[in-house]
Nanobody, 113 residues
Framework: QVQLVESGGGLVQAGGSLRLSCAASGRTLSTYVMGWFRQAPGKERELVAAISRSGTNTYYVDSVKGRFTISRDNAKNTLSLQMNSLKFEDTGVYYC??????WGQGTQVTVSS
């Protein structure tokens, strides 16, 4: 079974940047579409970005378009999310996920205004 571990979260001022990483063990990620989700306090978990198996195609929720970039390195079995121009409303716990994996612990992102 694939295990996913997220890292890279932290506290950052509005306008700052963070890069999240997701490492997989147990099975290669290259066969899966992958996504980054986030859950803000008091809100439902939402899909923020997704990437196709080859990395050719990406999807972003409107609120992060132009600021976030999802990428993957299938050779290293990793997934990343570069987050720039962070806003207070980006605060939440971020999770990486594929249709074949369980939810991990996530990584906390806190943006101070």
């Amino acid at each position: 079974q694939v295990q996913l571990v997220e890292s890279g979260g932290g506290l950052v001022q509005a306008g700052g940047s963070l890069r999240l990483s997701c490492a997989a063990s147990g099975r290669t990620l290259s066969t899966y579409v992958m996504g980054w989700f986030r859950q803000a306090p008091g809100k439902e978990r939402e899909l923020v970005a997704a990437i196709s198996r080859s990395g050719t195609n990406t999807y972003y929720v409107d609120s992060v378009k132009g600021r976030f970039t999802i990428s993957r390195d299938n050779a290293k079995n990793t997934l990343s999310l570069q987050m720039n121009s962070l806003k207070f409303e980006d605060t939440g716990v971020y999770y990486c996920k594929s249709p074949a994996t369980a939810w991990g612990q996530g990584t906390q992102v806190t943006v101070s205004s």
